[in-house]
């Protein structure tokens, strides 16, 4: 146990303390490409590095990952600081030590690549859960839609039209009907079935674009958590876009976690939840806040944005309602 308690205390100190960068080589090199005589790791001349030695297996499969922006010391520095000391990394990062971490933008874009890759059958039981996925909400929808959305359609049918309007939407006309118990129709279907069917498009269009779709998550909920996390201890004066730029790393340590789990179990949602409770972690090294601080700030920032979304979507459900009632 005590042995167990020193290794926990020695990475309890690694985790905070910030990356150093290897001594310079007091070695004289000449550089293999321009000829240039120096000392150090790297040719100040073009920049090429003092050891190159003979090609390997590894030096070979360092050249194809550099195809891919990946063959950096960094990205795999980056990797593994996100796992196991997040917030500390990405305040190194803020402070300035840029050189030493990929950058996050990029990174947040190859691995929301890898993570659709391993999603569409690239996992350890080769199934494609984005094209299951896909099937759960077609089925879904053709159940609403062949019971009770079906049989409201066909009452509607029956029922008299008391009112016919076309309008031009975008250079389309739309034909809107009201019948004799205020229901309505567009362009001859029923507009519940119409409201399910653009909700069956927005589903699949979530997950044919997870990219764009974090993105605007990120923008989403970075605005309220920025509100309770721009006055903490370690970073007293952090600015939005240095917080923005904190949540792509946080979503790309998210985004890691969850290529692992579903590499090796695909399909299983519960590992959606420990994930979101492990965003915890890097608030709470980034802030410096307690974790019971830290999370009752983040069920306040969730507590904002859901407020946002349904005055939101109440404004426009009012003026949709106003639309119907009095302008048609």
């Given at each position: ?49 003092a ?21 950096n ?60 996925q896909?099937?759960?909400i077609?089925k ?12 409201s359609?066909?009452?509607m ?6 009112r ?28 519940n ?8 498009g ?29 006055h ?10 240095e917080?923005f ?84």
């Amino acid at each position: 146990m005590e042995q167990l308690r020193d290794k926990y205390e020695r990475f309890k100190v690694w985790q905070i303390k910030p990356h150093e960068v290897g001594k310079l080589s007091a070695e004289k090199h000449v550089c293999a490409t321009c000829g240039t005589e120096f000392h150090g790791n790297y040719c100040p001349r073009c920049g090429q590095r003092a050891t190159i030695g003979r090609y390997s297996f590894k030096s070979a499969f360092l050249l194809f990952l550099d195809v891919w922006g990946l063959g950096n010391r960094g990205m795999f520095r980056a990797i593994r600081d996100l796992l196991f000391r997040p917030g500390y990394m990405i305040r190194d990062y803020l402070s300035g030590m840029q050189m030493a971490y990929f950058p996050p933008f990029k990174m947040f874009f190859l691995l929301i690549a890898l993570s659709v890759l391993v999603d569409s059958g690239f996992n350890i039981k080769m199934q494609n859960n984005i094209k299951r996925q896909k099937e759960d909400i077609v089925k879904t929808f053709d159940k609403n839609n062949n019971t009770d959305s079906i049989v409201s359609a066909q009452k509607m049918t029956a029922q008299n039209i008391i009112r016919k309007d076309t309008i031009n939407l975008k250079g389309k006309q739309i034909t809107i009907e009201k019948t004799g118990d205020n229901a309505v129709k567009l362009d001859g279907q029923d507009i519940n079935l119409k409201i399910l069917d653009n909700i069956k498009g927005i589903s699949k269009w979530m997950l044919d674009n997870q990219t764009l779709l974090q993105l605007i998550w990120l923008i989403l909920l970075s605005g309220p958590l920025y509100l309770f996390f721009v006055h903490n201890p370690r970073i007293p004066d952090i600015r939005y876009s240095e917080f923005f730029v904190a949540m792509v790393y946080i979503t790309n340590m998210m985004t890691i976690i969850s290529i692992i789990c579903n590499f090796f179990f695909p399909g299983h949602a519960i590992f959606d939840i420990l994930i979101a409770i492990l965003t915890l972690v890097p608030l709470h090294q980034l802030s410096g806040f307690s974790y019971k601080r830290t999370f009752l700030k983040v069920v306040g920032a969730f507590v904002v944005l859901i407020i946002g979304l349904i005055a939101i979507s109440v404004i426009l459900g009012l003026l949709t309602y106003f639309i119907i009632e009095h302008v048609i």
